[in-house]
């Protein structure tokens, strides 16, 4: 499973979106766009990937551009494997 298949399944459960998260490309728009996904839930995703990737994310990393879709969150994600 790659980086934003991973995400979307995060997503999809930590958000409870059943299958409408397998129609997620890396266009989807997230924060401002899912209804499910406010701050609360940013929490929540933010606590699925540190889990799941092993990572940690600090407040400071935490921006709008960085959950603004579904591409841009599995690239944060990717560069914080890489560090």
Do not use: H, W, Y
């Amino acid at each position: 499973m790659n980086i934003e298949d991973t995400i979307k399944s995060i997503l999809s459960e930590t958000l409870q979106l059943g299958d409408r998260a397998a129609q997620f490309s890396s266009a989807t728009k997230l924060f401002g766009s899912i209804a499910e996904f406010d701050s609360m839930a940013v929490v929540a995703v933010i606590s699925a990937l540190e889990e799941k990737f092993g990572i940690m994310i600090s407040d400071e990393e935490i921006t709008a551009e960085t959950f603004d879709s579904v591409g841009s969150l599995s690239k944060f994600i990717e560069r914080k494997l890489e560090d």
